[in-house]
């Protein structure tokens, strides 16, 4: 069983920093792509960043220049460092991987979600 833990949400005011983490667990063989999404009240999910296991990273256009995502391959951790932020940032953060967990099978995992808060 695979579990995906996020930590690292919270208030901050607009204009401040936080940096979320995500650690995978479990049987895991092997991780491809990990990365961030969010959701916020009224509105579907969307990606934030993403990160493939070579590095490579896409960002959605409204946080480019201002978050980054990084990956930590040792650890099964991703992690979202969240700078300049906006009131438009709130949102529930939810870490998503792609998880192989034998040769042969392959599946996406989401972990339960951190809150973002972001005062004006």
């Known amino acids: 069983q695979v579990q995906l833990v996020e930590s690292g949400g919270g208030l901050v005011q607009a204009g401040g920093s936080l940096r979320l983490s995500c650690a995978a667990s479990?049987?895991?063989?092997?991780?491809?792509?990990m990365g961030w999404y969010r959701q916020a009240p009224g509105k579907q999910r969307e990606l934030v960043a993403q990160i493939t296991s070579g590095g490579s990273t896409n960002y959605a256009d409204s946080v480019k220049g201002r978050f980054t995502i990084s990956r930590d391959n040792a650890k099964n951790t991703v992690y979202l460092q969240m700078n300049t932020l906006k009131p438009e940032d709130t949102a529930v953060y939810y870490c998503n991987a792609q998880i192989a967990t034998t040769t042969y099978y392959r599946s996406a995992y989401w972990g339960k979600g951190t809150l973002v808060t972001v005062s004006s």
């Open positions: 479990g049987s895991i063989f092997s991780i491809n792509a």
